[in-house]
């Protein structure tokens, strides 16, 4: 399984481009990098999702480099309702394997005025 | 379309008591999934279900057990509880898509009090 790394917290100001930054250097051919969101007293929630190069959503945007060791997740002009923690997971979803995802600690972005 | 929920959403029990955590979704879901949450921590895979009738163990399932019946809900029992136990736990399910990794889409949480 592909371990990741990420910072254990962020802070920006409203209206900030936040980027988070997850590294996994053991990255399997197959392995797909999948980002979540979760707010306090809450579920996590999918945000993004990509195998390499960028992804693009109404959210956010994923940028992933060729040798695919590490990822980047950029929010737009944060707000204050994007302060949460964010999960960086790392994994194949074929039959069987799907359950070995972990979620880490993820990183709290703390967005403030 | 109420997606993933879980019932009950609190609940304190005294060491040694049991009861069962319900996870309901509506998606036609494959996958579902336990998880526990501890404070300032991330999730921690107890037990999860590839399909109706199936059920494996996760990261950490030692004093819990599973049920999935039918296909839209999976149960996680606690047969004697303990305080190492206190915990928010989520539930989560997902669907097969082949060779991508698998969305999981997650209930509200119930936030479990053992005293």
């Known amino acids: 399984l592909a371990k990741t790394t990420q910072p254990i917290s962020m802070d920006s100001y409203e209206g900030q481009e936040v980027n988070i930054t997850c590294s996994h250097n053991n990255i399997a051919t197959n392995d797909y990098i999948t980002w979540y969101q979760q707010f306090p007293s809450q579920g996590p929630r999918f945000i993004i999702q990509?195998?390499?190069t960028k992804v693009t959503n109404e959210v956010a945007s994923l940028f992933i480099p060729a040798d695919r060791k590490s990822s980047t997740l950029s929010l737009p002009r944060v707000s204050l309702s994007d302060t949460a923690v964010y999960y960086c997971?790392?994994?194949?979803?074929?039959?069987?394997?799907?359950?070995?995802?972990?979620f880490g600690t993820g990183t709290r972005l703390q967005v403030t005025l | 379309n109420a997606g993933v929920t879980q019932t009950p959403k609190f609940r304190v029990l005294k060491t040694g008591q049991s009861m069962t955590l319900l996870c309901a979704q509506d998606?036609?879901?494959?996958?579902m999934y336990w998880y526990r949450q501890d404070p300032g921590m991330g999730l921690r895979l107890i037990h999860y279900s590839v399909g109706e009738g199936t059920t494996a163990k996760g990261e950490v399932p030692d004093g819990y057990n599973v049920s999935r019946l039918k296909k839209q809900n999976f149960l996680l029992g606690l047969e004697s509880a303990a305080p190492s136990q206190t915990s928010v736990y989520f539930c989560a399910s997902s669907y097969r898509t082949g060779g991508r990794t698998d969305t999981q889409y997650f209930g509200p949480g119930t936030r479990l009090t053992v005293l």
């Open positions: 997971l790392v994994g194949d979803g074929r039959t069987g394997t799907a359950s070995k995802l972990t």
């Open positions: 990509g195998y390499k």
């Open positions: 998606m036609n879901h494959e996958y």
